[in-house]
């Protein structure tokens, strides 16, 4: 089978660069050691190749069916989600006090991308449970946190998110599910969610809905939204289940990826009476769902990288071993082929996914870091200051991976030739699933929107400037190295250039000039994602470099790499970053002013 991730990979982004075992020495993490994390990350490994990889194909062309009665998932997935949950996978990174392992976030982000890698149709499902839970931890009640949370942490309820409407899609300002508060407190949901993945099984005993909804009255826009917990079966008191609540399956969305998890429109309280309860204060449901989408949003960006990794690793081992042409300065046409790695376009094209994959790793764990820092940290300042470090990489992690992972896919399908749009191996799978992942937890249009016109402007761009600083900090760091000294120069002048592009962008919001200020947002996000992510190559070179002196054999081999890797990066993709400068420099306005009868 193929590999999911190249080991020494992972061990290096975990424990050279990011230094997880530090983490140790703080209370929270003190139970735990290298041991432990290597561990768990060997168990998932083995319960990844033996329950999740080996149905992935079979899931996506089976995919589920709803006969009008009920949703048919073929039994595999059962059979691998409760090894998972069994395995303690669900409960990983949940607080010892709740019934989880309390593991670094860091440890179990790379253990669902591992899942993810196997199988994604099928990882998808504990993905939004322990999200839907981590938000009832945040902002539940006791009570709504031992009826709805604490089940879905011991696996016995799957959770959902459900945000878009028909209507509606990504604007939820326009959202129509209504809540009709009734006399005991708790609200009557009528209305429709569209693209709820994971809204109709029978993999767990219940299901808990995360609704967004308008109160009757309540103000318009997203500032009128509140949100409601409203399960598939009502749960007494005493945890046991009740009777089926109102919320009922209208039909499944086929989609061309992901078709494992299934995907659901939803109608809640048509026919019959559906209740929820409400999270937290009414009108601030939009606050406590970014806490889960936010999650999902990384979550979103890491399993882009997982299958585009995936996907790079199938096509280097069928590069290495598929025999076919000779070099161009070859005379002897009776000569052995040779491998097609020793091709040099072929080596490009495994070079630029090798440049993606390991860069967008390198960024989605980083984010996980940060989270673990506002874990452990007794500085308030502190935490502050992390937090608006993840605010502003948020979007970024979301959206870059989803994009240029997927390009990774794109040129694995390219190195296998023919073989490669072929389902003899799963690489043409991966880009059907990763084609996804630029549309999930709010386009990347919309991140970029996010990214330029919230994260970059907020609080008279503390965030940007945090996160600038930390990049410049690194290059300072790396500065009198003499190899890496090309990237040092390269990364300071594109972030001098990032600056003068973000302060004439404000000058132009600042005059009110909104729809010009965002109309190249979308090429705002690539500019500071390709910078991004040559920061995340200098901080890994850096560590291979300082490593590479003592290495020998497949070690010295794996630095190489990534030195040679880096500076793939630096010299073929980080140019885009200066000519998409060039162009919001311009403030350019074509694709505003284009008017739509001229299409």
């Keep these: ?14 424990y050279e660069l990011l230094d997880v075992e530090s983490l140790t020495e703080k209370p929270r993490y003190a139970q735990h050691d290298r041991g432990t994390f290597d561990a768990i990350i060997d168990a998932a490994y083995r319960l990844a190749e033996e329950r999740f990889q080996p149905h992935a194909a079979k899931l996506d062309a089976q995919e589920p069916y709803f ?31 709740h019934g989880g392992l309390q593991l670094p976030y860091t440890v179990t982000s790379a253990v669902q991308g591992i899942f993810t890698a196997a199988n994604a149709g099928t990882a998808g499902y504990p993905f939004l449970t322990v999200a839907a839970a981590n938000l009832l931890r945040a ?16 696996g016995r309820f799957f959770g959902t998110m459900c945000l878009s409407e028909p209507q509606a899609g990504s ?16 609200y009557r949901i ?11 099984h029978e993999l767990a005993e219940n299901i808990v809905h995360l609704v967004l909804a308008r109160i009757e009255g309540a103000p318009p826009g997203t500032k ?37 998890t299934v995907n659901t429109v939803l109608s809640f309280g048509e026919n019959e009476p559906c209740i929820g309860d409400i999270v937290g204060s009414p009108n601030q449901g939009l606050a406590y769902m970014f806490h889960m989408m936010n999650e999902a949003r990384i979550g979103v960006g890491l399993g882009a990288t997982m299958l585009g990794y995936a996907g790079y690793l199938v096509s280097l081992e069928y590069a290495r071993n598929r025999p076919q042409g000779r070099p161009p300065s070859a005379k002897d046409p009776t ?24 860069g967008a790793l390198a960024l989605c764990l980083y984010c996980a870091r940060l989270v673990d820092e506002q874990a452990v940290s007794v500085d308030a300042a502190q935490r502050k200051e992390l937090a608006l470090l993840l605010d502003i990489l948020t979007p970024i992690a979301k959206a870059w991976p989803s994009e240029f992972c997927l390009e990774a896919n794109k040129l694995a399908i390219q190195v296998l030739g023919g073989y490669g749009y072929t389902r003899d191996y799963p690489v043409e799978r991966f880009y059907r699933d990763n084609r996804l992942n630029p549309i999930h937890e709010g386009t990347n249009g919309i991140q970029a929107l996010d990214l330029l016109g919230r994260k970059v402007m907020m609080n008279d761009g503390a965030a940007f400037h945090l ?29 001098d250039t990032v600056v003068q592009v973000t302060q004439a962008l404000s000058r132009v919001g600042a005059q009110g000039k909104v729809d010009l200020f965002l109309a190249n947002a979308s090429a705002y996000l690539e500019m500071l994602g390709h910078t991004v992510i040559a920061w995340q190559w200098l901080r890994q070179v850096r560590c291979a470099q300082a490593a590479r002196a003592a290495a020998y054999g497949a070690d010295a081999d794996f630095y190489e790499g990534k030195l040679r890797a880096a500076r793939y990066f630096y010299r073929y993709e980080l140019p885009r970053a200066a000519r998409l400068a060039e162009l919001l420099l311009r403030l350019d306005d074509t694709c505003l002013t284009m008017p739509p009868s001229a299409f």
Excluded at 139 to 153: D, E, F, N, S
Excluded at 225 to 250: C, H, M, W, Y
């Design 67 to 97: 006969d009008g009665e009920r949703v048919h998932i073929i039994a595999e997935v059962k059979v691998a989600l409760d090894a998972y949950i069994d395995g303690g996978f669900l409960a990983a990174s949940i607080d010892a006090e």
């Design 171 to 186: 604007s939820l300002a326009d959202i129509r599910t209504r809540a009709i508060p009734q006399p005991d407190g708790r």
């Design 1 to 14: 089978m193929p590999q999911l991730i190249n080991r020494r990979d992972l061990a290096f982004m975990l």
């Design 139 to 154: 902002h539940g009640t006791p009570q709504q946190q031992a009826r709805y949370m604490k089940p879905m942490i011991a």
């Design 467 to 495: 996160l600038v600083g930390r990049m410049l900090q690194d290059a300072e760091s790396a500065a009198g190295i003499p190899e890496l000294a090309e990237f040092v120069d390269a990364l300071r002048a594109i972030l």
């Design 224 to 260: 009128g939204i509140s949100l409601f917990i409203v399960p598939k079966f009502e749960v007494q008191a005493d945890g046991t289940l009740g009777r089926r609540n109102g919320v009922r399956l209208v039909g499944l969305n086929h989609k061309m990826g992901y078709r494992g």
């Design 190 to 200: 009528v209305g429709n969610k569209m693209w709820i993945s994971g809204g109709e």
């Design 335 to 358: 000569a052995p082929p040779v491998m097609i790695i020793e091709h040099t376009d072929v080596r490009r094209m495994l070079l630029q996914q090798k440049a993606y994959v390991e």
